[in-house]
């Protein structure tokens, strides 16, 4: 095993991967991420971190913070997941992946203490996400949890700041049936006497996560409060906004590299963040906000988040795969104006279909298809399914098969879009 392809194929292989195969790979406790990270001299503490948890929008916020902090001349280490195309997307540094044979050799070197405490994929990813920060002493880390938080193996840094974005329901069969429970698994990330940040203030878990913040005598924000952002227009591919803080004019015309009108509850969040790391020593200026946050793409490497993929006819992509999320989706559509609608849909099969296929027009043209994961939904089955809500459209498994076959039906005006499950967006082609 001495390929970068070889050595991905045998984590995925060797040790349980939940995007593959769903909560059987998940480990309960921190007991396993514990004895890796003491196995290698705890790397984890080696440098401040930023710690970002949600249902929606945390992936998103955390290339947005990484870009800003970048932007302010920090080297700055950002760990996310899923991957969309390539496994060393997860762990970077100042936007670049970490190189291939970095993996290679960490695996290699470490084969033996994998084979004795057999650790899930996401438990390797993250220990090895911390090795390699230190390796190239970062000044600070983004690190987004992977599912959940109180038990998400991230959950052993001890950050500066946690951030924590939109709560909505997503993985019941894992974090709980109604937001109050899922809230609770998210606000495990609070740490005693760390600040926490919440993008937005939803009244129905706001008790939760104040009552936990009392708890650890953590002081508490709710960005949402603070600051308001008004979107003006949409140009050259960017959202222009005015930003305020308490009513006073912040920042006016802030450029956003993200175009999609979701980024402005997250970007809430974000700017407090960056304000309690302005306290914290760390210098992030006007500049600084405004470079991040215009060119979060090019800084982070950042795929599928509204991504336009053409422009004649509009081909958008997004990963928005909950009830949350396809309805952020169906709000930014209203923002275009065009003749038909093609959708290319394809969705994994642990999640609650009924509610999303409630929310999906009905005058849409689709197309049905499936990622090649062992999680992926039958297209047979979501065709079957998506015909009880009065969807019509046409089976074709392969993404990419079925958006060359919109295209070939759709004229200059029309608007495509690809969605409904990230493992989907991942496997286009032009991505």
Partial sequence: MNSFKETVKYLYESLPMFEKVGSSALKSGLDNIRALCEALNNPQESFPSVHIAGTNGKGSSSHFLA??????????????SPHLKSF???????????????????VQSHKGL????????????TILGFDYFKSQKVDIAIIETGLGGRLDSTNIIQPLVSLITNISLDHQNILGDTLPQIAGEKAGIIKTGIPVVLSERQESVADVFIQVAQTKKSPITFASSEFSLINKRLENGNLILDVFNNDLMLYEDLKSGLPGLYQLKNLAGVFKTAEILNQ????????AIRKGVEDVVGLTGLKGRWQVLETNPMVVCDTGHNEAGIKEVLSQLKCYSYNRLFIVFGVVKDKDISKILTLLPKDAIYYFCMPKIPRALDADILYQEAKKYGLKGEIERDVNV??????????????IFIGGSTFVVSELDNL
């Avoid at 870009?67 to 996310?80: E, I, N």
């Avoid at 060393?88 to 992946?97: L, P, Q, T, Y």
Wanted: proline share 3%.
């Fill in 67 to 80: 870009a800003v902090l970048q932007s302010a001349g920090y080297k700055v280490g950002l760990f996310t």
């Fill in 88 to 106: 060393a997307e997860r762990i970077k540094v100042n936007g670049e992946n970490i190189p291939e044979e970095v993996v290679v050799d960490f």
């Fill in 114 to 125: 994998f084979e004795k405490l057999n650790p899930s994929f996401f438990e390797m990813t």
């Fill in 280 to 287: 914290k020593g760390f210098q992030v200026d006007e500049r």
């Fill in 402 to 415: 079925a958006l060359q076959k919109a295209r070939a039906s759709a004229s200059q005006d029309d608007f």
